[in-house]
C-alpha cells in the first residue's frame, strides 16, 4: 500500500479540459498522459504539460517506464508548428518538450527534435523553451544538431545510480548519459538531470550519483522523486522514501554546489518547471554562437 503522502487527486478542472480539447485537435501526445504521471491534474490545471514528441511508441523497453515499446509510426512533418501552435494558443513562457526514443531512425530524431524548437522559438521568441532528450545513442552530430536549435534548458535524466542501470534501462548506460549532460553544458546550455528514488539503490549509490552528475555532468538544476509502479509488469518499489528523508537529500544536493533542487515524493522531472527555470528566463542560450548550426 502506498503512504498518504503520495494521494493525489483525480483528474479534472476546467483548466484540465481545455488543455486536453486543445492537445487533441493538434494530434499532440504528452509524457503526462502516455507515462502516467501521478500529477497530471495539478499541471493541466495550471495549463502546463509536457509535450511528447515523434509518436508514442518508443523503441526502448525501460523498466520502469509505461510508455508503449514497439515499432514506431513515421514522423509527422506537421508535428513542429502544431507544438508551436499550442504554446502560441496557451501563453506560455515555459514549456518543456520531451520525445520518445527513436532508435530506428539514423540520427534518433534529432533533425525533428530540433526543428520542433526552431519553430516553438519563431512563433513565441518570449518562451522559455525546455527539452527532456533521450541519449540519441551518444552520436555526437546528433546532439550538436540539437543543441543548435538553441534551447535554454536541456534535461536529459539519469533515472538510477550506475548498478541498477541495466535492468531500469537496458538500452542506456551511465557513461553515455552523463556525456550528454556535460556536452549540453559545454554548448552553452543549462544542463538538468533527475533520479527516481525507490528501486533499490543505497544511500552511498546515491550521494555517488550527485557528485558524478555535479562534478562530471556538469548539471545545475537537479529533480529527486519517487519511483512509481505504473503497472504490475514493470520494476518493483523497493522502499517508500519520507518526506524528511527527501529534503535531506535536497540539501545533501544544494551542498554539492547543485543551483536548483527540486527533491520530494511526487517530483517529476517536468514538474513545476516553470519556477525551477526562473533562474535562467532572461539569459538566452548561447548554443548557436558555440557549437554552430549542423545541417
Known amino acids: 500500500m502506498k503512504p ?14 481545455r ?21 497530471i491534474g495539478e499541471c493541466w490545471n495550471r495549463s502546463t504539460a509536457t509535450v511528447m514528441i ?7 523497453s525501460c523498466g520502469f517506464c509505461a510508455v508503449k515499446t ?66 540519441f545513442q551518444g552520436e555526437d552530430e546528433a546532439l550538436k544538431t540539437l543543441f543548435a ?20 534501462r537496458p538500452q542506456a548506460n551511465f557513461e553515455r548519459s552523463l556525456k550528454v549532460l556535460s556536452m549540453a553544458q559545454r ?17 552511498h549509490e546515491i550521494a555517488e550519483t550527485l557528485k558524478a552528475l555535479r562534478q562530471r555532468g556538469k548539471v545545475s538544476i537537479l529533480t529527486l522523486g519517487q519511483y512509481l509502479r505504473p503497472t504490475p509488469d514493470h520494476l518493483e518499489v523497493k522502499k517508500y522514501y519520507t518526506p524528511q528523508e527527501f529534503a535531506e537529500w535536497k540539501d545533501f544536493a544544494e551542498s554539492l554546489g547543485f543551483e536548483m533542487v527540486a527533491s520530494g515524493p511526487m517530483v517529476r522531472s517536468s514538474y513545476h ?11 538566452g542560450s548561447s548554443a548557436v554562437e558555440t557549437v554552430g548550426i549542423v545541417r
Not at 149 to 168: C, D, F, K, W, Y
Request: with cysteine; proline share 6%.
Open 54 to 60: 515523434m509518436g508514442d511508441i518508443c523503441t526502448r
Open 273 to 283: 518547471a516553470d519556477e525551477a527555470a526562473l533562474p535562467w528566463r532572461d539569459q
Open 70 to 135: 514497439g515499432r514506431p509510426i513515421q514522423l509527422d512533418a506537421l508535428e513542429p508548428q502544431h507544438v508551436a501552435e499550442a504554446v502560441q494558443t496557451l501563453g506560455l513562457k515555459h514549456v518543456v518538450i520531451t520525445s520518445v526514443d527513436r532508435d530506428d531512425l539514423p540520427d534518433g530524431g534529432s533533425r525533428h527534435f530540433a526543428e520542433t524548437i526552431r519553430q516553438v522559438k519563431a512563433l513565441c521568441p518570449s518562451t522559455q523553451v525546455e527539452v527532456l532528450i533521450p541519449d
Open 4 to 17: 498518504k503522502w503520495l494521494k493525489s487527486k483525480i483528474p479534472g478542472g476546467k483548466n484540465y479540459q
Open 187 to 203: 554548448a552553452g546550455l543549462v544542463a538538468k538531470s533527475g533520479l527516481m528514488l525507490g528501486l533499490g539503490e543505497s544511500d
Open 149 to 168: 536549435a538553441g534551447p535554454h534548458i536541456l534535461n536529459h535524466n539519469i533515472e538510477t545510480v550506475p548498478s541498477l542501470q541495466r535492468e531500469v
Open 19 to 39: 488543455l486536453k480539447g486543445l492537445l487533441k485537435d493538434l494530434k499532440l501526445h504528452t509524457v503526462c498522459e502516455e507515462a502516467k504521471c501521478p500529477n
